[in-house]
Each structure stands twice: as structure tokens, then as C-alpha cells.
């Protein structure tokens, strides 16, 4: 079941997709799990057995279609965990941090960095000059727990959204001056508009095995990123665990699990970018600037869309 949340008069209202249409659940049925995703989650199986029912059976009144809805972020999550440097091919293509694969790198973004599908990601030379994308598989936990082991993690999982974690490359990478590369992934990682998170969240239904997930980018038409969620170097289920170690994981909580190769970052090399040649993939020729479109998708879970506009004080 795939499961948003779009605006009606600036108030957020839960949904179901059922191919092209929507049913909007608080209009089908007034539950309180259906005037609120965090509420939804943790209304467990009451919520989604109630539905399934309706999308299976919906009433009239409540059907839209999807193309009208003004789609919002399907929620706006307490904490949002990220792990860095998760894929193999794109630890290849950048230049390594000295702990690259002895465990996850992490970093924190907030809500106040979350936008929704079709929301612009502001672009701002006085903040960067190398804006970047990366598409990325989120978890959105579903049970709290605390130390939770690998094998049981999948368990606290409600299910899946798509992410594109928005980087200022010449804020995160920085070089001494004898050349050696280092990273300061909050400075570089944690912004306004840093975080396009949807259209929707797929159920673990959708998704019973997230490690087998085809994962794409494209910019202005141009593929930039292709890719299976197999080649994770720590999985969604030992993400869970690493981050539960630290953190009591509480439904409604985001962990982001990486990007693969093909970032702008990979070209450049004043930033220690190694691109190597992939077959049907475009090389970036710049950063991300105002007016590009950015599509990224994942399978079972659909397309997340944003455009870079250029910042302004006065909207």
C-alpha cells in the first residue's frame, strides 16, 4: 500500500494511491489515524487494515485524482538519521575519509529541512556554489526500540519513501593544505530545502525485501545515477541497528541508507572526485544550478520530482 499526505487549503490530509487516484482517507472515514501521518504510524495495524479496506472499497466522495492533489512531504519526521558513504561504488568515485567502511558515518538533518514533491530546492551562491543531489532509499520506522538487533530490525520498519539528500559539496569537503581531504557533514549536508522527501511511503507490504530496490537519477532528462540498493555496504537492517545503538528509534523517525555513484562530486577534482565511465550514465558537466529538473526514483516506491530555483528574499 502506498500511503501521502497532499494540502487542501494549507491543511495536510492522509491519502491512498490506487494507480491514478487517490482516496482521501479523513474523507472516507473521520479516524483520528487519518487526520495525521505520525498518528497513522502509530495506530499500527488498526490503521492500515482500515486502509486497505478503503482502498479497496472506497466510497465515491472520497476519490480524487492523483494528478490534482497538491502532493506534500508524506511526513514531517522528528529526526531524520543519514548514513553516509553506504555505497560501494560511490565510496569509488570520491576520495575516502580514514574510517570509510568500519561502520556507517552519520549525520542529522531536521524537519526544517524537509520539502515536499514539486517544492523548489533553493539555490544560494552565499551558502554554496556546488549544490548536488543524491538520491536515496529512506526508512521510516515504524515500533520504537533501542538496541535492536539486525535480524529483528526490519521489524520496526512501517516502510519506504524516497529521498534526495541535497548537499553543498564546498561546505562538506574540505582540503588542508597539504591536500588531504576531509568532511564536515553537518556544515555541508543540513540546510533549508536540503531534504525533497516523497511523493509516498510504501509499505513493507510493497517492499518485503529492501536490499533488491533499482534506484535512478535523472537531470534535465540526463541519467545521472542508476543502481541496486544491493550494492549498500551496511544494510537497511543493519542501518537500524547502528542507529538504535545511539538512538531509542521511535515511529515516524527517518534514516536515510546513502546514494550510489554518479553525484557531480565525482568530477571534481579539486573536491576529490574519481568519475569512472558507466555504461548508459551521463557525467555531470556542472553542479546543480536554477531551472534544473531532478527526478529521482526507486522501484515499488515511484518518482520524487524537484526543480532548483534560485533563492529570493522577496517571493
Given at each position: 500500500m502506498k500511503i501521502g499526505t497532499y494540502l487542501q487549503a494549507s491543511t495536510r490530509r492522509l491519502f491512498v494511491q490506487s494507480g491514478r487516484t487517490a482516496i482521501d482517507l479523513f474523507a472516507a472515514e473521520e479516524r483520528a489515524e487519518f487526520a495525521d501521518m505520525l498518528v497513522f504510524i502509530e495506530g499500527a495495524g488498526d490503521a492500515m487494515r482500515a486502509a486497505e479496506r478503503l482502498l479497496h472499497e472506497p466510497p465515491a466522495h472520497a476519490v480524487r485524482p492523483?494528478?490534482?492533489?497538491?502532493?506534500?512531504?508524506?511526513?514531517?519526521?522528528?529526526?531524520?538519521?543519514?548514513?553516509?558513504?553506504?555505497?560501494?561504488?560511490?565510496?569509488?568515485?570520491?576520495?575516502?575519509?580514514?574510517?570509510?567502511?568500519?561502520?556507517?558515518?552519520?549525520?542529522?538533518?531536521?524537519?526544517?529541512?524537509?520539502?515536499?514533491?514539486?517544492?523548489?530546492?533553493?539555490?544560494?551562491?552565499?551558502?554554496?556554489?556546488?549544490?548536488?543531489?543524491?538520491?536515496?532509499?529512506?526508512?521510516?520506522?515504524?515500533?520504537?526500540?533501542?538496541?535492536?538487533?539486525?535480524?529483528?530490525?526490519?521489524?520496526?520498519?512501517?516502510?519506504?519513501?524516497?529521498?534526495?539528500?541535497?548537499?553543498?559539496?564546498?561546505?562538506?569537503?574540505?582540503?588542508?593544505?597539504?591536500?588531504?581531504?576531509?568532511?564536515?557533514?553537518?556544515?555541508?549536508?543540513?540546510?533549508?530545502?536540503?531534504?525533497?522527501?516523497?511523493?509516498?511511503?510504501?509499505?513493507t507490504s510493497d517492499i518485503p525485501d529492501p536490499q533488491s530496490l533499482q534506484l535512478r537519477t535523472f537531470i534535465n532528462g540526463d541519467a545521472r545515477q542508476s543502481a541496486s540498493t544491493s550494492d549498500m555496504i551496511w544494510t537497511c537492517a543493519e542501518l537500524i541497528h547502528f542507529f538504535s545503538i545511539n538512538f531509542t528509534l521511535r515511529p515516524g523517525m527517518i534514516i536515510l541508507t546513502g546514494t550510489p555513484a554518479g553525484t557531480a562530486w565525482s568530477v571534481d577534482t579539486e573536491l576529490g572526485g574519481k568519475w569512472r565511465p558507466t555504461d548508459g550514465l551521463v557525467a555531470a558537466s556542472r553542479y546543480c544550478r536554477p531551472g534544473d529538473r531532478i527526478v529521482s526514483e526507486i522501484e515499488s516506491i515511484g518518482a520524487l520530482e524537484s526543480v532548483v530555483a534560485a533563492y529570493s528574499e522577496n517571493p
Open positions: 492523483l494528478g490534482d492533489l497538491e502532493l506534500a512531504a508524506p511526513i514531517l519526521p522528528s529526526t531524520v538519521l543519514c548514513a553516509g558513504s553506504n555505497y560501494r561504488a560511490h565510496n569509488a568515485e570520491k576520495a575516502g575519509s580514514p574510517l570509510s567502511g568500519r561502520e556507517p558515518e552519520f549525520f542529522l538533518k531536521t524537519s526544517d529541512c524537509v520539502i515536499g514533491p514539486h517544492d523548489p530546492i533553493l539555490f544560494d551562491e552565499r551558502l554554496t556554489r556546488k549544490l548536488d543531489c543524491e538520491t536515496e532509499l529512506a526508512i521510516v520506522i515504524g515500533r520504537e526500540g533501542r538496541f535492536i538487533p539486525a535480524k529483528t530490525a526490519l521489524d520496526h520498519v512501517f516502510g519506504y519513501t524516497i529521498a534526495n539528500d541535497v548537499t553543498a559539496r564546498d561546505r562538506q569537503v574540505r582540503q588542508t593544505e597539504d591536500g588531504i581531504v576531509f568532511y564536515e557533514l553537518g556544515r555541508g549536508k543540513a540546510f533549508d530545502s536540503s531534504l525533497p522527501l516523497g511523493p509516498v511511503i510504501a509499505s
